[in-house]
């Protein structure tokens, strides 16, 4: 847990590289998570990843071509439900 002089002084350190360096605030921006942006993508991306797990759960278990389709089908659901957004 940082103090509240230490809280000053990193504030001041971004402060100082954000004015000099606006690439540098993208990445910060975007290590931060986005703001509101990446929150709303967390569900496309639970879709996708469901999709995907469907896919490889039917390619391990040897499962007909239905569940290995399904599993194609619902990842591009949420790929394109994110490219959407």
Do not use: H, N
């Given at each position: 847990m940082l103090s509240n002089h230490?809280?000053?002084e990193l504030a001041r350190i971004e402060q100082g590289?954000?004015?000099?360096?606006?690439?540098?605030?993208?990445?910060?921006?975007?290590?931060?998570?986005?703001?509101?942006?990446g929150r709303r993508r967390w569900p496309a991306r639970a879709v996708t990843g469901f999709g995907i797990l469907?896919?490889?759960?039917?390619?391990?278990?040897?499962a007909d071509a239905?569940?290995?389709l399904q599993g194609l089908l619902i990842s591009a659901v949420g790929v394109a439900w994110s490219w959407l957004r």
């Open positions: 230490e809280r000053r590289l954000a004015a000099e360096d606006r690439r540098f605030t993208q990445v910060l921006s975007a290590f931060r998570g986005g703001g509101e942006a469907v896919l490889v759960t039917g390619l391990v278990a040897g239905g569940l290995i």
